[in-house]
């Protein structure tokens, strides 16, 4: 798997679950002290993340990160 899909799977498994609780970009992204900007670009995939923030996105949406590495990676 290369780094640019794991980016885009992740951006997908994000966005869909955001999408699925019904929360915007901005209640995100403000809780994990990003723009919505930034977290516009994660979801699709062109901005490389670190594991902090893809844990705290995770914490703010309630998932467990070993679910998308099961599922993806």
Same mark, same amino acid.
């Given at each position: 798997?290369?780094?640019?899909?794991?980016?885009?799977?992740?951006?997908?498994? !994000?966005? %869909?679950?955001?999408? *699925?609780?019904? $929360?915007?970009?901005?209640?995100?992204?403000? =809780? @994990?002290?990003?723009?919505?900007?930034?977290?516009?670009? !994660?979801? %699709?995939?062109?901005? *490389?993340?670190? $594991?902090?923030?893809?844990?705290?996105?995770? =914490? @703010?949406?309630?998932?467990?990160?070993?679910?998308?590495?099961?599922?993806?990676?």
């Amino acid at each position: 798997m290369t780094p640019d899909k794991i980016k885009k799977d992740f951006g997908d498994f !994000i966005k %869909n679950e955001r999408d *699925r609780q019904g $929360l915007a970009q901005w209640q995100i992204a403000d =809780k @994990v002290g990003i723009s919505q900007v930034q977290l516009c670009h !994660i979801e %699709n995939g062109n901005r *490389r993340l670190d $594991l902090p923030l893809a844990l705290a996105i995770c =914490k @703010v949406l309630r998932l467990d990160i070993r679910t998308f590495l099961d599922k993806y990676v």
